[in-house]
């Protein structure tokens, strides 16, 4: 069997930093880890090709090589989904399909022609696709019926199906599964709010294949909660403590984790011992009424601030996702997440409004409420709300637009990315020195030349630079880093101010429309 693996094109979203990928000849952030594992699932006697459609297009051979093409995908890669599902039918060929969107909306792909549903996780669905592809089944729907796989049997993904030079950084997988109950999350839907993790020996076999093949750049752990069960992981981060000793630290980590990494000084200090250098926090609002009333009860525990402060003075960079439009929200959200965010000095802040996406706690009762707009999410930041808000659309739309368009202006960028660094912990590795790469001299040229002196930036950006030199010295390779990102920000924000102003005004004459619309039948009526 020649299997196609075909991983459909993402818009450009806060996360896709292309100016930044630029910089470094890069293509793309992160792998398809989900059909990397795939392929590791599937019979090792099938021959397999991939293609990530984010670094090129399938070539005229491979969709004529091809017995099955295999799709997956998220629910923001929707159109490139359905439209490669389109195109291999269009040549004859069998499809199936999986991953987050298709286990949440089977039914728009089942219409655009996929014969094989495979749905939920692929350690329990992709053993049954293969028995019907045995027996000859022409098409069959896979599901796991509320079966949850023990992740320690999954195998070592097949990391050497990927171009790998077109890739930023790597992705492995230590849990899936969430222990909290936040309204508007699919992860406990998909994955469920019981943790089930690796074995530190699996995860660190995936590292050494990964070093085997030459890799030598960052890794993100995927996990969406990678301290849900905070015993194992600290079981991993020991042995991972030594690997990266014994390996020199080839590999920078970050992760995703739950603000209340902030009361566990033992896993923080772990983390930054393996050289873990980000994490990213759900902190979605400072109102603590609207965490209250979207079940996020462990972003009211303690001080979000606070917890912000302790895990950057640990040595770890906070990256915080932000969103506006909860039930009973009160105007200002927008400029009082600004001011969370210039507060604690966080640089990356990824800001978007609320979506409910399908089969979550929120997309059920706003059902019952009869407050969608339609049956679909989104989780991109150029996406208005799919549900009727408690507040008017226009003024959270406008909210947004407006905080986005300050969170990433340069020079008060620049000044937050300072105060941040100068507060932040100094690694505890010590990787060897290596003479930086032409790349990266580069980027770094190019970024000097732009903020340093091209753009009004230019004072602030070498006063910024030199101090923190002086000041935090450890960290300001990192700090430059940080000091890039906006390459990217700067021209997303245009993105996302232009296409939220143009659904906006479309939503706004479809709905002056449909009142004088209303307004007339009524005159009718009356007469």
Known sequence: MKALLVYPLFPKTFWSYEKI????????????????????????????????????????????????????????????????????????????????????????????????????????????????IQRGDETGIFRSNGKKPDVTSTPIPRFDLLELDAYDSMSVQFSRGCPFQCEFCDIIVLYGRKPRTKTPAQLLAELDYLYELGWRRGVFMVDDNFIGNKRNVKLLLKELKVWQEAHQYPFRFNTEASVDLAQDTELMKLMVECYFDAVFLGIETPDEDSLQLTKKFQNTRSSLAESVDIITEAGLRVIAGFIVGFDGEKSGAGSRIVRFAEQTGIPTTTFAMLQALPNTALWHRLDKEERLRGKDGNINQTTLMNFIPTRPLEEIAREYVEAFWQLYEPEQYLDRVYRYFLKLGEPKC?????????????????????????RKTRWKFWHHLFSMIRQNPAVWEHYLIVCAHNEHFMEYRHIVRDQIEGQLAEFLAREEKLKASTENRKTQVTV
């Not at 090129?56 to 099955?68: F, G, L």
């Not at 549903?117 to 049954?128: A, C, H, K, R, V």
């Not at 010590?430 to 091209?454: H, Y």
């Open 430 to 454: 010590k990787p060897p020195f290596k003479l930086p790469s032409w790349v990266d001299l580069k980027a770094v040229a190019i970024v000097c030349w732009r903020q340093g002196l091209k």
């Open 21 to 132: 990928l630029e910089l470094v000849d890069r293509k793309v952030l992160l792998p398809p880890l989900g059909l990397v594992t795939v392929a590791a699932i599937l019979p090792q006697t099938w021959e397999f090709k991939l293609v990530d459609r984010n670094i090129r297009a399938v070539t005229e051979a491979e969709w004529e090589w091809a017995d099955i093409v295999i799709l997956s995908a998220m629910i923001v890669q929707k159109a490139d989904l359905l439209a490669q599902i389109r195109e291999a039918k269009r040549r004859g060929k069998r499809v199936a399909c999986g991953g987050p969107f298709p286990t949440s909306v089977p039914d728009g792909v089942q219409q655009a022609g996929t014969d094989y549903l495979i749905l939920d996780e692929g350690e329990i669905t992709l053993p049954l696709f293969v028995e019907a």
